[in-house]
């Protein structure tokens, strides 16, 4: 069996000489004109001085700093330093001998005669950017494409391609699908998109574009292997001048758009809710859809946080927008229409569309409490009865459940608690009784939840008439 010691000891002597004295060497030789060239010159020492090097055959010379390389040989600390310079020749050159003082004693490298190829490649078509739009003007708020294409010939060995962020004031930004990457003839073609909702009038400007480029660079490193490193270069397009034009006064949407309602019922019980369902189509920016505020007089109104979808496809910016509201009322109301006013960018001209009113009929409410005169302290317990359920309902129905909406309905409930405390007999009393303990007890609303789903949702759930019991007993005691 070989012995590994012996293996490491073999290669460290035949290492180690290539590591002694002082030379030094270039990165790649022959190179193309106007390619950057790497002179590495290494010195084995504790204490070494290296060349102040200004030019080299007419070229200016940059320092890129050292390198400090450490290791043990029987024992022994050896300490190898590499100093880098670089140049760009435009021609044929001999790399002069300098002199390297190590720990006090001056050493010499050889000459190095560098080969410089004229550069007989096209390089300018190695790479193009492309800046471009789908449209040279547009309205504000119309959705303009804008396509940054990179092309990198094949035979160009690149290693990474980052976009740059593009430039851009005034506009709304939304970036459309994934980064495409696609062969096109000698080409490999890199492209991104997005759409640009320009938010003023006149002329604006985009980009230009910029996209940097790591191409693979052929370099030795400190023990003298060839290593491929990336070169950076960016490479930057035209800008684009988008030409906006205004809407008409009063108008903020541009596209073409249509609305409907749905309605859960015409005909309700008193205290019980209709949901309205707003939905509104565009083939446009629906984002820049500002839904109207929904006002009936004597009616509770509850909204639910909107939903907006949005698509692009075959070039066309689609999208809905939907509400749905919750309301509440003990007297017959009607649901107002809904207007919206859109510019058609296509025919030039401001279009309406609108919805029906609907009317809610409400039975049961303070129509039907007018036939049978109720004394006036009663009258009183029923309006704060009727406004506790209201409340409770809207809670439920809406989906709410923040703090202040469920503050306001325990605040009306305990307004009217009476002492003692009333046995409740049906699951309506059974909720009114629970309701001012919901949010200190999780059993209680729990139940209460449940007596609200068979009360106003159709659902059958078992309620324990001596759980409930226990339960009001124990939060009433708290």
């Known amino acids: 069996m070989s012995n590994p010691g012996r293996i490491v000891l073999s290669l460290l002597l035949l290492i180690l000489p290539l590591f002694a004295g002082v030379h030094a060497k270039v990165d790649e030789n022959p190179v193309i004109a106007g390619e950057r060239v790497e002179l590495e010159i290494e010195a084995t020492g504790e204490r070494v001085e290296f060349p102040k090097i200004g030019r080299v055959g007419g070229s200016e ?11 043990f040989d029987a024992n022994r600390s050896v300490v190898k330093w590499v100093q880098i310079y670089t140049f760009t020749p435009k021609k044929s050159v001999t790399i002069p001998s300098y002199t390297v003082v190590v720990d006090g004693k001056e050493e010499r490298t050889k000459p190095i005669f560098l080969q410089v190829k004229p550069d007989t490649r096209q390089r300018k078509n190695d790479f193009r950017i492309e800046l471009k739009t789908d449209r040279q003007t547009a309205y504000v708020g119309e959705p303009v494409e804008v396509t940054i294409r990179f092309k990198e010939r094949r035979d160009v060995p690149v290693m990474s391609v980052d976009f740059v962020p593009l430039k851009y004031e005034d506009f709304w930004v939304k970036r459309v699908g994934k980064p495409r990457r696609y062969s096109e003839g000698e080409y490999l073609v890199h492209e991104i998109r ?11 400007r985009i980009g230009p574009a910029q996209v940097k480029v790591a191409m693979a660079k052929k370099m030795r490193d400190a023990f003298g292997f060839i290593v491929r490193r990336p070169q950076w270069t960016t490479l930057t397009s035209e800008p684009l001048t988008l030409s906006v034009k205004p809407l008409p006064e009063g108008v903020t949407l541009v596209g073409d758009f249509s609305l409907d309602t749905e309605i859960s019922s015409r005909r309700v019980e008193s205290g019980s809710p209709v949901t309205l369902t707003l939905r509104v189509k565009a083939k446009g920016n629906i984002e820049d859809f500002e839904p109207p505020q929904l006002k009936i007089p004597d009616v509770t109104v509850y909204a639910e946080p909107a939903k907006i979808t949005q698509n692009y496809s075959g070039g066309v910016y689609t999208g809905t927008w939907e509400r749905r509201y919750v309301l509440i009322a003990d007297s017959p109301f009607t649901i107002p229409s809904f207007r919206l006013r859109f510019f058609d960018p296509e025919k030039e001209e401001v279009k309406e569309v609108s919805s029906d009113p609907v009317r809610i009929d409400v ?10 005169p109720l004394p006036e302290a009663e009258k009183r317990i029923q309006r704060r009865d009727k406004g506790t359920l209201l409340s409770l309902i809207a809670a439920f129905a809406a989906g709410m459940g923040t703090a202040a909406l469920l503050s306001w309905a325990i605040g009306r409930v305990r307004r009217r608690r009476r002492e003692p405390h ?20 999780k059993e209680a609303a729990q139940m209460a939840e449940n007596l609200y789903a068979n009360l106003f949702e159709g659902r059958a759930v078992r309620i324990d008439r001596k759980m409930f019991e226990k339960l009001l007993e124990r939060v009433r005691r708290s």
């Open 363 to 372: 039975i049961g409410g303070e129509e039907a409490a007018k036939e049978t």
């Open 422 to 441: 009333e046995r409740p007999k049906g699951e309506l009393q059974m909720l009114q009784a629970l309701m001012p303990y919901i949010s200190e007890s």
């Open 61 to 71: 010379v940059t320092t890129e700093g050292s390198r400090r390389l450490e290791w």
């Open 194 to 204: 997005y759409l640009f909702f320009p938010q003023k009038a006149g002329a604006l």
